[in-house]
């Protein structure tokens, strides 16, 4: 078998990340507009995972971006057309859109599409220009109430404009994951598409370590731009978990950001307003037993405001919640300790989770890596 190189391409597109460990192997590369990392044990199975991740993400890309004129989605938004036929993958990518919606009470909403871009955020985000002259345009959000899926027709009113953001990289994170591990001889794999997380096949001794942090940008554009927050933002201290299964998602308004009209905007819409959440927390993660799930309710929370530690403990969810000014809140569990397991419940809270993705189990323990794997972000060392 081929030797795994550090700092050599792993496959096209994949860079190897040099971690410390010959146990495990981690490569990274841009993918969905932010980055995407992957971790495999053993690492002689990296090039077969490799192959599934990359058709994995290549399908959700063509199926739900509204950032690609070749995507299925924008084919929709350009169409004068009601009603819709749409792929078995899209349909599921749509489904779970609205279970997230009515779960968290519509604070996060797929109809933001059309709010999101009237507030600039209309390509993909490296090419967003950071400020303008451009006035504050307001789009009201028509609501998920408005989309109707039965089976594989959506109706949608025309000219709404659907963003799944709030639930796909999960999605996309669960798809791969599940798709990678059925694909292995064993071993087990982590994958994360911007900081959200899941696990599936066997976990490392103690559970895949994760890095918990204020969310990144993608590789190419990570040192491009300024630090996000400005000067005088306190930085809360990152933290490194374990999950053993499920998943780990974080959402966060400090990377994703630009000025239009003279206001600092990103890219967490509040459905109610059509403009950016004002509330307290800049960074939530949330562990959950899908990471649809979990991305769903990190942005839930940060749109939720002072309601979020409530609505997070009642639903028996662990999460860490960062304040603007860099205060950090626990919540259901979440541990304390740098290395503590963070521990998902046993089944889903949405009302209907991604087709065929149940609670990941851990199975028999592999190889200890006591290395931060995953962050928000990208899996990052700690």
């Not at 009113?157 to 994170?173: E, Q």
């Not at 503590?340 to 609670?359: D, H, Q, S």
Request: hydrophobic share 45%; with cysteine.
């Amino acid at each position: 078998m081929d030797p795994v190189v550090p700092g050599q391409p792993a496959a096209p597109g994949w860079m190897l990340i040099d971690l410390g460990s010959a146990m495990v192997a981690v490569v990274e590369r841009d993918a969905l507009g932010t980055s995407a990392r992957v971790a495999v044990w053993p690492p002689y199975q990296l090039a077969r995972v490799l192959a599934v991740v990359d058709a994995e993400l290549t399908l959700l890309d063509r199926q739900a971006s509204r950032f690609r004129e070749d995507s299925e989605i924008s084919a929709i938004h350009r169409s004068a057309a009601g009603v819709h036929r749409v792929s078995e993958g899209l349909a599921e990518a749509i489904a779970v859109a609205l279970s997230a919606a009515r779960w968290t009470g519509g604070l996060v909403d797929p109809t933001v599409g059309g709010a999101l871009e009237s507030l600039g955020y209309d390509r993909d985000f490296a090419v967003v220009p950071q400020s303008g002259d451009a006035p504050l345009v307001l789009t009201a959000v028509p609501g998920w109430q408005s989309v109707q899926l039965d089976g594989r027709r959506l109706s949608l009113p025309v000219g709404s404009r659907l963003d799944l953001g709030a639930t796909a990289k999960g999605l996309g994170a669960d798809r791969t994951a599940s798709a990678a591990a059925a694909a292995m001889a064993g071993g087990g794999i982590l994958v994360s598409l911007g900081g959200d997380i899941a696990v599936a096949g066997e976990a490392p001794d103690g559970g895949w370590p994760v890095l918990v942090a204020d969310e990144q940008e993608p590789a190419s554009t990570r040192h491009a731009r300024p630090r996000p927050g400005g000067p005088g933002v306190d930085r809360a201290p990152a933290q490194v978990v374990r999950l053993s299964a499920g998943a780990l998602a974080t959402s966060s308004v400090v990377s994703r950001r630009w000025r239009r009209g003279g206001r600092t905007l990103h890219h967490i819409v509040d459905p109610r307003t059509g403009l950016p959440a004002t509330g307290p927390w800049r960074t939530v993660s949330v562990a959950a037993t899908t990471c649809a799930e979990a991305n769903a309710a990190s942005a839930a929370a940060i749109v939720a405001g002072d309601q979020a530690e409530a609505w997070l403990a009642a639903q028996g969810l662990p999460a860490r919640l960062v304040a603007h000014g860099g205060r950090v809140r626990l919540v259901a569990g979440w541990p304390e300790a740098d290395g503590g397991l963070v521990e998902p419940p046993a089944a889903c809270r949405m009302t209907a989770g991604p087709k065929g993705l149940g609670m990941t189990q851990a199975g028999p323990r592999g190889p200890a890596d006591g290395r931060g794997l995953g962050g928000p972000g990208e899996a990052r060392p700690a």
